[in-house]
């Protein structure tokens, strides 16, 4: 199990702005001189060398994890959110975001409103993004890859997985000692092998007692064979979508860069 640093969000408080940021870093630890350009440990966390906040010459407050100011007050009341795929890393920038939001999925997306609200808002991140109030601005979109119903029905009749499923339903179930052997045990095609193999009747034993001799999983390797560039060619469309619910976010949605 990975470990997650504990951030005391009592040691914080709420950070609502630049001025209470300020506030902050005036109550952590004083180092050698009072100055503000001086970097002090964290309040609750004076014995780790792994954070730190400090105010920079334009007065922006900076808290540091490693050697990232992942969090970032800005005098207009905006935080820039700067950070890297790390469960410890959403947690330090949580707990100097703004109330109700809060960095999840290992750097990934940025939630808004109550924590365990499944209608929060959430936004998808990629190393940045800049926070005002609840307008959050990212370089980022949600992708999710679909199947176009249409396209893949016309792959699929230039093969013959159709005779194939067929047969499968009519022969699996009179097999007896064949269907039990050990699912390790059983021979395993590689994707283009497997789509190579299907046109040859006479090869269809001999798929349907490997591993990925199911119909679904032989209709699936030729979607994937059919993949072209960067996306799923003919048989897959790319939906984006700028934010999600909380609830929408954890039904299998990838981050992209924006018009990457």
Known sequence: MAFVIEMNIANVGTINSHAQAVAFYDKCRVGRTKEHGEERRIKGKERNKDMGVRIDSTGNVLFRYYSTDVVVWLQDDSYVINTYSSRSTDAFATAFMGADTYLTKQGSQIAVGRYYDEDSVVYPIMSWARVHGKVV???????????NRKAAKAVLATTRYTEYRKWHAAMRPMLQDEGDVSYWKREYFHRDTLVEALPDSDKWHRIMMSQTGHP??????????????GGK????????????????????????????
């Open 216 to 229: 679904d999983m032989i209709r699936q390797a030729i979607y994937d064979s059919r993949a072209t560039g």
């Open 233 to 260: 060619g003919m048989v897959y469309d790319t939906v984006t979508k700028d934010t999600l619910t909380r609830a929408q976010a954890a039904r299998g949605w990838d981050v992209s860069l924006h018009g990457g």
């Open 137 to 147: 601005t990212t370089n980022a979109v949600f992708t999710q890859q679909v199947i």
